[in-house]
């Protein structure tokens, strides 16, 4: 059989190619696929094609399309979550826009995003659910919110979830496609060289431990991850860095920085959360000690996020601040380097009169 199908998962998102047999009858392309995907409704498909993430031989196309012999056929999906009965909580959630079809949150630190193994309450999504109790789709069950991005349970920052089907394919192919812009801070042990570059390396999960994550850096496993970034402040012992991912991979910038000896500061998943840099004066050691209880997580905020509206098409941005908890460390850590400064030129030049 000519039919050449090929199927990627990436993070929240199916990707599925297919070439149509040469003796394959005109037939809707609706029906084509539902056919051809496991466990999927022609609804679905309808919507991803009136969404435009349906393409045939690189052009988008209407469900009426009749596939023809040698056709290219491309879908973009979004990933169904797993069953789990959504309870509505009424939460506190930080809004910072909502719209008809979208709603933008900035995610305390400690909140896991959907209901899974071990966290079926208390996540952002059970929040929303309380959130859109109101509105009939979501009353009635028939609708979830969308998500198609994620971040980890302990790193805080911006998420935008789709409110309608449309919508969510709509920003799946941004993702997808990678034309959304996402920004993140993030606090590193050491003094990354050179100050502004890319890491690179795939990701996948750790051989010995499936609950984190792994770089191998000559690709025999895992999905091609780049984070670049930007030193913009250096502290000495720890860095601030601004990080712009290129994918969007599990674990990645914690990982990726962890790869090449600069781990996130207190990420006791991937050897933060140890003192690695500085001096072994027990001063020095306690004040470390002191950031990790301010800070009991890994050092990683979702500043900023930039999308095309699903339904307008216009180029939205939204940023936030620093949490509380990483702002007071970096406050914290200023004090400290400037005491430490203002000591040693106390020392070189004597006492001022």
Not at 217 to 229: F, M, N
Not at 312 to 341: A, N, T
Request: glycine share 6%; charged share 25%.
């Amino acid at each position: 059989m000519a039919e050449d199908v090929l199927v990627e998962q990436q993070e929240l998102f199916e990707h599925y190619r297919f070439i149509v047999d040469p003796g394959q009858s005109l037939l809707r392309i609706d029906k084509y696929l539902s056919a051809r995907i496991e466990n999927i409704s022609r609804t679905r498909i309808q919507n991803a094609a009136n969404a435009g993430n349906i393409f045939v031989n690189n052009n988008p196309v209407k469900p009426s399309y009749k596939v023809k012999p040698d056709d290219i056929v491309q879908i973009v999906l979004p990933n169904p979550p797993r069953e789990v009965e959504l309870i509505p909580e009424n939460i506190p959630i930080n809004i910072i826009h909502e719209d008809d079809d979208v709603i933008v949150v900035n995610k305390e630190p400690g909140m896991v995003v959907h209901p899974a193994y071990g966290n079926y309450t208390g996540t952002l999504v059970n929040a929303l659910m309380w959130h859109f109790k109101d509105l009939p789709l979501f009353s009635t069950g028939e609708l979830r919110p969308g998500l198609v991005h994620r971040i980890d349970k302990n790193t805080s920052g911006i998420l935008v979830i789709a409110k309608n089907e449309f919508a969510l394919n709509k920003l799946s192919r941004q993702f997808y496609e990678r034309t959304t812009d996402r920004l993140y801070i993030a606090f590193v042990w050491g003094v990354p060289d050179p100050p502004e570059g890319t890491i690179t390396g795939h990701v996948g999960r750790n051989t010995r431990d499936r609950k984190i994550m792994q770089v191998f850096p000559d690709g025999s496993q895992g999905k091609p991850a780049v984070t670049h970034y930007k030193i913009t402040e250096n502290l000495g012992y720890i860095s601030i860095v601004e990080c712009r991912l290129e994918t969007g991979r599990t674990h990645q910038i914690r990982v990726h920085f962890s790869s090449v000896k600069h781990p996130l500061f207190n990420d006791d998943e991937y050897g933060g959360d140890r003192i690695l840099k500085g001096t072994t004066f027990s001063k020095y050691q306690q004040f470390v000690r002191n950031c990790f209880k301010i800070l009991p997580r890994q050092a990683l905020h979702a500043k900023s996020l930039a999308f095309d509206h699903p339904v307008s098409g216009k180029r939205l941005f939204f940023d936030s601040e620093l949490p509380q908890d990483m702002g007071r460390v970096l406050d914290k850590w200023r004090e400290y380097i400037k005491g430490r400064e203002d000591s040693n030129r106390y020392s070189v030049f004597g006492k001022s009169h």
